[in-house]
């Protein structure tokens, strides 16, 4: 009986002690996440604008005079020659005014002659002192005032035959006529645009670019200029001109971009299409969506650190590009940011980065 009250002690003993051993520690769990080193990024973008060919040099062609228009000798896509006529004013007026001036210049040429006759007496007979000195002096006035206003006629006679002649417009050099803006019995005035020239040389392509692309477009890298009727060439181009203020009716900005070695296949009033290419460093920062932790209205990222564990930073961003998020403020270049992962996160939590990184 000793005996068995004896093991049924030892056995009790033995499982006290067993009881009261402490468990062995499971080991800490290192979670696998995917980092990127952040850091400003170069970015490429391509844009394509509607244009059409233009040329270089167009003039505006316009009578000096007014006057109702009797003739127009040319069309729209005429090839004219330097002093060739464009059109032609009815000049009956003009040619009554030229009349008239010829006519006062006769006159006032008599009234010298006049004047000069009488002058001539006049000094002989004050060598004989018939007459006073102030009344040759009267003489003399005369004809001074009948020399000044045949000169003053005569400039008016010029400038009167210079007028008729104003009737006939020409050409001050050679190309095409691209437009016609006014037409057989109309009355225009003196400047008035009859038909557009445009000069011989470089062809262009005029576009209207949009407020939001201005700034691409002036800080481009290259220009491809494509022809819709010549589809399979492509010429490249130089921004030339871009307007400093937006059209009040469009809103947009007016554009110029050299066709480079243009040849006569490029015609005149072709549309046309640009490429824009643009290449610059983004001071801005990109990330992938998943990188982005929510907490509340804030946006987030993990940083790591250079022991492993990460922590929450909050960050400003930018709107986004493409499939990625642009940030603005929070982080700098050099940090790494969890990009995969980060939904699993607690501040403080060692991780292990994929692949090394």
């Known amino acids: 009986m000793k005996l068995v009250c004896a093991g049924t002690l030892a056995l009790a003993a033995l499982a006290v002690t067993a009881c009261g051993k402490a468990p062995t520690p499971k080991p800490e769990e290192v979670r696998l996440v995917r ?24 003039t505006r062609l316009g009578f000096r005079v007014p006057g109702k228009i009797v003739e127009r000798l040319v069309e729209v896509g005429s090839r004219v020659r330097s002093g060739q006529a464009i059109a032609r004013l009815d000049a009956n007026d003009l040619e009554l005014a030229a009349a008239g ?37 009267r003489r003399q ?9 045949l000169d003053a006629a005569q400039a008016q006679a010029r400038q009167a035959a210079n007028q008729s002649g104003y009737a006939l417009l020409a050409a001050d050099t050679a190309g095409v006529i691209t437009a016609i803006e006014a037409e057989t019995g109309q009355v225009v005035g003196a400047g008035q645009t009859v038909a557009r020239l445009a000069r011989p040389g470089d062809r262009e392509i005029a576009i209207a670019v949009p407020e939001s692309q201005r700034e691409l477009l002036a800080g481009a890298s290259e220009f491809t200029v494509t022809l819709n009727a010549l589809g399979a060439r492509r ?37 046309a299409r640009v490429a824009v290419l643009s290449a610059a460093r983004d001071s801005r920062i ?53 990009v995969a992962g980060a939904q699993l996160l607690s501040a403080g939590e060692r991780v292990r980065m994929l692949d090394g990184k």
């Open 141 to 149: 006035s005369l004809y001074d005032t009948a020399a000044a206003r």
């Open 286 to 338: 990109e990330l992938p969506v998943a990188a982005i932790y929510s907490k509340g209205d804030t946006p987030n990222v993990w940083l790591v650190d250079a022991g492993g564990s990460v922590r929450l930073q909050p960050v400003k961003t930018g709107g986004l590009a493409g499939e990625r998020v642009l940030i603005d403020t929070g982080l700098k270049p050099g940090d790494a940011v969890v």
């Open 35 to 58: 980092v990127l080193k952040v850091g400003p990024v170069e970015r490429t973008r391509t844009v394509e604008f509607p244009g059409e060919v233009r040329p270089r040099y167009e």
């Open 235 to 271: 010429w490249a181009g130089r921004l030339r001109e871009l307007s400093p203020a937006a059209d009040p009716a469009t809103r947009t900005y007016a554009a110029r971009i050299t066709v480079m070695q243009a040849g006569e296949d490029v015609e005149l009033g072709m549309s």
């Open 101 to 137: 001036a010829r006519a006062q210049v006769a006159q006032f040429q008599a009234d010298k002659i006049l004047a000069a006759a009488d002058l001539a007496r006049y000094r002989e007979l004050r060598t004989r002192n018939f007459i006073s000195q102030a009344e040759l002096e």
